[in-house]
């Protein structure tokens, strides 16, 4: 079925260094893409979001990867820092079979991030 | 401004209890949206308005009852709710409801005794 999942639940890195959080998605419909980052206790903030007509898209400290061929998404966060601990969330636009998009978002499962001083 | 209030913060009610959760949001957004969130888990979609109008409901059991007053405000009202819908309760917005990024507020934390 479609699905949109990610390949690692955790991530450990080191202060300061570059962080690559993975998501692959199965629809090729899909034409939105959104990551999001969330903290205990907190609502999911947005981060940064790609269409499928761009390969890459970056914001400040991030870049977000886009690979049609392969149906994966990727988030690169440089010099990592503790604050950037949390839970990140891809999130898939998902078009209906006639090719309108909904506006549904599907999110992944996420992807745990520590970042250790 | 990109915020989405959410009240209460926090919510122990029992299966009996009604309550309501209340959402705003400032920025003109004309879709809003309710998703419910477990422990460790994504937030899944309950419901969807696009301007004032109830858009998708996901199969959601009828104990859980959505009002969009107007353009700016969405409740959720709860009614004989079961303990397995403890959980977080998030409201979104979103400029439109099709390929617009969804803005979350800090959700409500709910418990069902």
């Known amino acids: 079925g479609e699905s949109v999942g990610l390949h690692l639940p955790t991530l450990s890195v080191q202060e300061g260094d570059n962080s690559i959080i993975n998501c692959a998605y199965s629809n090729s419909a899909s034409d939105y893409f959104i990551w999001y980052k969330q903290e205990s206790g907190k609502g999911p903030q947005f981060i940064i979001d790609?269409?499928?007509?761009?390969d890459k898209r970056q914001g400040q400290r991030v870049t977000v990867l886009l690979n049609k061929t392969v149906k994966h998404l990727s988030l690169q966060i440089a010099a990592t820092q503790p604050g950037d601990s949390a839970v990140y969330f891809c999130?898939?636009?998902?078009?209906?079979?006639?090719?309108?998009?909904?506006?549904?978002?599907?999110f992944g499962q996420g992807t745990i991030l520590t970042v250790h001083p | 401004d990109t915020e989405v209030t959410q009240t209460p913060k926090h919510l122990v009610m029992g299966m009996t209890n009604k309550k309501s959760l209340k959402c705003e949001q400032h920025?003109?957004?004309?879709?809003m949206y309710w998703y419910k969130q477990k422990a460790k888990k994504p937030p899944e979609l309950m419901f969807v308005y696009s301007y004032e109008k109830l858009s998708i409901n996901e199969s959601v059991p009828s104990r859980f009852s959505p009002e969009c007053p107007n353009s700016s405000l969405l409740n959720l009202h709860l009614h004989a709710l079961q303990p397995e819908d403890s959980a977080l309760y998030l409201c979104?917005?979103?400029?439109?409801?099709?390929?617009?990024?969804?803005?979350f507020g800090p959700g409500t934390r709910l418990l069902v005794l």
């Open positions: 999130a898939e636009c998902r078009s209906n079979a006639g090719g309108t998009s909904y506006g549904k978002l599907t």
């Open positions: 920025m003109g957004h004309r879709a």
């Open positions: 790609i269409r499928s007509n761009m």
């Open positions: 979104a917005s979103s400029q439109d409801f099709e390929q617009e990024t969804q803005y």
